[in-house]
């Protein structure tokens, strides 16, 4: 067991860990988004529409996240048209390939979640809201997206440990996130055992926090 | 379409090849991953708290861990556990071991904590009185396993299972980083000599959704069939 590596790469994982915590959040935020819109599409009544929905999530959770990173980091490029169309300013940085391909991903399971969250919601409930006279759209933001964000949580607990896991396929676009540098270090020095056991401490760590995070919030939020 | 045409001038041979050894590892990880879950389950199920501690580091480290991580861990430091176990018997040769048997040990290392999972899962579902019933019935511990246990836990594991397999088999596209000849990496390949990246990534994404839909289908069958008289 070499100990001064352990000690020596800390340092330098941590740095990196300061890029997987970015992406993660991006992508979390906007992965949110598409996915609460994807839901309210999926519950939408027109055949076409919520089909449409069906298949975005279908595609991106039957197909391996490494497959989805490809397309848009190498795939993307390919097409002249996109090349000369002011896109390409985000789309020629791994960086920004990297989080469309997590967002898009982490939407279409946030939108299945928020979906069976809202169709497990009580009719009653929203029975009581519209007898009081209240509007539909604010039936829908303040009591139906209230109840939906509890009944997810847990669920939604888990897909961010995942997508955090996720992040680590930056590293096949050459992004130097925590799993990237923790590669390039077990390449040069040929210790694999340590440098893993310190990657996969903060990694861990990170998992402690969320999951934590994550139940604290299912007891405030818990009636 | 000449792209994916078989012989010399298409890579529809290849990538066919290609699938065949995705479907090859995949299965060869969900098995490596079941005997994990045979070992690990009944620690986790125990009443003694250190083995139970032992099953749990176990499930955490690796469902906490990413996956590409596991996999360098493997690819990396695979060759080096060998020889040092080798060592000990005397034998101080380079040993090199192939893609294939790294690729889906650590695909099943990964696979194996996701069915620790389930089948605990599975057997705390079980009603308690069946336990009991067996013990009155003076079954023998083996056959009140095989014959009123698992077949029980096998209904409630199987829609599980299949969440188990689909993550197993997309994790398989994360071996090509060690250079394994399967669905992706021959996309790579195919994509860096034709320059055609697109065209060969999407036709990879359409082979992995193929798959899953093909085992969803063979999965719920089973379902159906262990289901049978509930």
Redesign the interface.
Known sequence: MDFELMINSFPKLIGATVITLKLLSVSLIVGLFIGLLFAILRLNKNVFINRFAYGYS??FR???????I??IY??????EYLRSTILWVILKEPYWCAIIAFALNTGAYTSEILRSAFQTIKPGIIEAGKSLGISNKIIFYKIQIPIAIRQSLPAYGNEI?LM??????A??VTLMDL?GV??YI??TT?K??EV?IV??GI??FM??IIHNVIKFLEKRYSY | MELLAFGDTGWGDELFRATLMTIAVSITAMLIGFSFAAIFTPLKLSKFKSLNLIANIYTTVIRGVPELLVIYLFFFGGSGAIMFVASIFGYNEYIEINAFVTGSFAIGIISGAYSTEVFRGAIQSIDKGQFEAAEVLGFSKFKKFYKIILPQMLRLAIPNLSNVWQITLKDTSLISVTGLVEIMRQSYIAAGSTRDPLFFYSFAAILYLLLTFLSMKLINRLEVKYSRGY
Do not use: C, D, E, N
Not at chain 1, 62 to 68: H, I, R, W
């Open positions: 279908y595609v039957g197909t391996p996240l490494l497959v989805q490809f397309i190498f795939g993307l490029g390919q097409i440990i955090m896991k996720g992040t680590s396929l590293s096949t799993t923790a590669k077990i390449s040929f694999p055992i893993f990657a996969g990694y861990l998992t402690f």
